[in-house]
Every structure is written in structure tokens, then in C-alpha cells.
């Protein structure tokens, strides 16, 4: 119950397309959805987050939809770059807790 | 703002000695810090939680003698891999957050690679 399932694992698109990552939770005590964009060797940098109350955020070309009576949302990416490619995980956390409960992870490759 | 850092950003040693690695906030005082240890094209998997002046929660599995945690001030904690093995090589993350002032929110280091001969 206190797993965050993501897919695809991996993901190859051409520039100018739209990747589209979702994930899925089914403990509802779950209230903080993130984003993580990770490059080889790095660590994780915050891309967009989103909560509950509200189906949709967008941050530049990056979007979170959120639908709450299915228990899942997904990352989409406008217009993705070839500097887009990198490892991208969704995550959760706990109501009342800091901890974060991360997916699995989807590579992502944009080519030119 | 919110940079974390960490140093080394990558050790190798020899198998049965300790390794320290510390994990700072520069710019913002963090109430709680997260240690990760993440395997070659695998997720960040949650070691231990640890927040200032107290000591550390560990998740199930992680033994907690041999990965000591400090949380000596609001901008520092340390990891030392105690009596290191060639299997605690792997990609040690830490995270920080800033907590009330932004609930939720981790800004992560950007990793120290450990390999164990």
C-alpha cells in the first residue's frame, strides 16, 4: 500500500513530442505528488509538485495531471528537448510525514 | 536558493575501513534530512531519516550499526559507512527539508559515489 507504481520504464521520443509518464498510488493518506528529473550521476532536482486539491499545475512545459478518484497522475512534457533526457521519477508523501515514497523511475531519450 | 551539498562526491576505499560522508544545507536550516542509497538504473531507496539533535529513524533492513547517522546541527548530517564491503558500493543521496516553510518540499545533494575494493 505504500508503493508508487510508474510507467513506462523507459521512454524514447522525437524533439518537439510529448512524453507523457504516469503513476499510480492507492494509499490515500498520501497528500504531496512530486517530480524528480535525475541526469546520470546526479542527484535529483525538483521539477513540479502537486497536491490534492487541484487536478492540474503546470510549470513551463512541464504538467502535472492529477485525478484523485483513480489514484494516479502523470507527468507531460510540451514540446520535449534532447536536453530533456534524463530519469524521471514520480513520488509521494505521506499526510503528517516528510518522507518520500518514489517510483520505480522512467528513462526518457528526446532525439533530435 | 535551497542548496544542498555533499562531500566527497565520490570515495574509494578499501574493504573493512569507515567512510564519512556529510551532507550540508547551505542556505536554509533544515528541521529534518534523509539519507538514500540508490543502485545503478534503480530508484532512490530510503535509508534513514534523521533530524537535528536526535537520533535517527531507520527504514526496515537498514542496519543501523553500520550506517551511522549524526544530525549535529540544522545544516549538517553525516553518513559513515561503517566497516565497508564491496557490496555498500552504490550512490549515497541525502535530501533536506526546510519543513513549515515548505512542508513536504526535499531539495536533494547531488550524491556521493562510494566503491568498496
Known amino acids: 500500500q505504500q508503493q508508487v507504481k510508474q510507467s513506462p520504464q523507459s521512454l524514447i521520443v522525437q524533439k518537439g513530442g510529448i512524453p507523457i509518464i504516469n503513476c499510480a498510488y492507492e494509499n490515500t493518506a498520501f497528500d504531496y505528488f512530486p517530480w524528480y528529473q535525475q541526469f546520470p550521476g546526479k542527484g535529483p532536482a525538483l521539477l513540479i509538485a502537486?497536491?490534492?486539491?487541484?487536478s492540474e499545475k503546470k510549470e513551463g512545459r512541464f504538467t502535472i495531471s492529477f485525478n484523485k478518484s483513480a489514484k494516479q497522475f502523470s507527468l507531460h512534457i510540451m514540446d520535449s528537448q534532447p536536453g530533456d533526457s534524463a530519469t524521471y521519477f514520480c513520488?509521494?508523501?505521506?499526510?503528517?510525514?516528510?518522507?518520500?515514497?518514489f517510483g520505480t523511475g522512467t528513462r526518457l531519450q528526446v532525439f533530435p | 536558493g535551497a542548496v544542498v551539498s555533499q562531500h566527497p562526491s565520490w570515495v574509494i576505499c578499501k574493504s573493512g575501513t569507515s567512510v564519512k560522508i556529510e551532507c550540508r544545507s547551505l542556505d536554509f536550516q533544515a528541521t529534518t534530512m534523509f539519507w538514500y542509497r540508490q543502485f545503478p538504473k534503480q530508484s532512490l531507496m530510503l535509508m534513514a531519516t534523521?533530524?537535528?539533535?536526535?537520533?535517527?529513524?531507520?527504514e526496515q533492513g537498514v542496519e543501523k550499526d553500520k550506517f551511522l547517522i549524526n544530525h549535529a546541527s540544522l545544516t549538517l548530517s553525516t553518513l559513515t559507512v561503517t566497516s565497508a564491503h564491496p557490496e555498500d558500493s552504490s550512490f549515497y543521496i541525502c535530501s533536506a527539508t526546510p519543513g513549515q516553510i515548505s512542508y513536504n518540499e526535499q531539495f536533494f545533494g547531488p550524491g556521493t559515489r562510494l566503491t568498496v575494493l
Open positions: 513520488a509521494a508523501s505521506i499526510r503528517g510525514t516528510d518522507k518520500l515514497i
Open positions: 502537486i497536491r490534492p486539491d487541484v
Open positions: 534523521s533530524n537535528e539533535g536526535s537520533k535517527a529513524t531507520y
